[in-house]
């Protein structure tokens, strides 16, 4: 039976692609480690796999790809968020499918593939787990780990996480745009950080940014506190906008968003 293989760097997804026969479905499943529902898409894409008998030359073929540590896979198919699955044939995308949905991803997969043979795709339709509702975890520290500065080890947990969201507050606001994200605009460490950096250069915004990766009581707390769980993050005065995809949604539906904030004080409409 087929399995889903996991795509550790550029030069083994290039020889994947070039080895597919013409003929052949790849399904390519987007993730990262840090998204709770992509655990339940990779059990939902693992059971789909195994339906489907391994043939030569192979006539549907599985990988999973770490969004972030592969970022120019990720931009080459337009991933802006995740568990993200595309339905690839001879180069070219059959279907797209954004979000933790096992029904409409096994819908896609058996409607461009077939339903799988043997024992047939309708007796293991039931073995695909349900839908994962991700809910914020209780009993759980509001701050990171680490161990307090010495200031502030009297203070109780209720003190610690008003401090911390005080301190964050004002964060939000030290520039009129602000960018949280993996890493530094000269040097971002995830695909969706270097992403948001181009959008704002490309349309000349002037930015402050907060390396989330090198303060771990930030990148924890303003999880709760704007209650979004994924970076990056961009905040326009004071106010949360978004995420990666949230912006390129902002940019369709009003070319001029952030034009306020450009240096060159003009319109970027295209």
């Keep these: 039976m087929s399995t889903l293989n996991e795509i550790t760097s550029d030069a083994e997804f290039s020889t994947f692609i070039s080895s597919l026969p013409s003929s052949a479905l790849a399904v390519l ?39 972030e540590e592969l970022p120019d896979i990720s931009e080459d198919y337009d991933v802006t968020a995740v568990p993200y699955v ?31 043979s043997g024992t047939g795709a309708g007796a293991n339709k039931a073995a695909i787990p349900p839908p994962l509702t991700a ?65 704002l250069r490309e349309r000349s915004v002037k930015y402050g940014f ?19 769980p994924t970076f990056p993050q961009l905040w326009v005065g004071g106010e949360l906008v978004g995420g990666l995809d949230i912006v390129k949604e902002e940019i369709s539906n009003d070319p001029d968003f952030l034009g306020a904030y450009s240096v060159n004080k003009t319109s970027t409409a295209a």
Excluded at 31 to 36: G, V
């Design 29 to 67: 499943y987007f993730h990262a480690p840090w998204a709770a529902p992509c655990a339940q898409m990779r059990a939902v894409l693992t059971a789909l796999a195994s339906q489907y008998p391994v043939t030569t030359p192979p006539s549907i073929s599985f990988v999973s790809i770490n969004a």
């Design 86 to 116: 595309v339905l690839l044939r001879d180069g070219k995308i059959l279907e797209s499918i954004s979000g933790g949905e096992a029904v409409k991803v096994r819908d896609a997969v058996e409607r461009h593939a077939g339903a799988a």
């Design 135 to 199: 809910v914020p975890r209780e009993n759980v520290p509001s701050t990171a780990t680490q161990a307090p500065a010495p200031s502030a080890q009297q203070l109780s947990p209720e003190e610690s996480k008003e401090a911390l969201f005080a301190r964050l507050a004002e964060l939000v606001k030290a520039a009129p745009v602000m960018l949280f994200m993996k890493g530094t605009p000269s040097a971002p460490e995830c695909g969706f950080s270097r992403q948001l950096v181009a959008i």
């Design 210 to 228: 907060f390396n989330i990766l090198a303060d771990e009581d930030v990148r924890q707390g303003l999880k709760e506190f704007a209650d979004w």
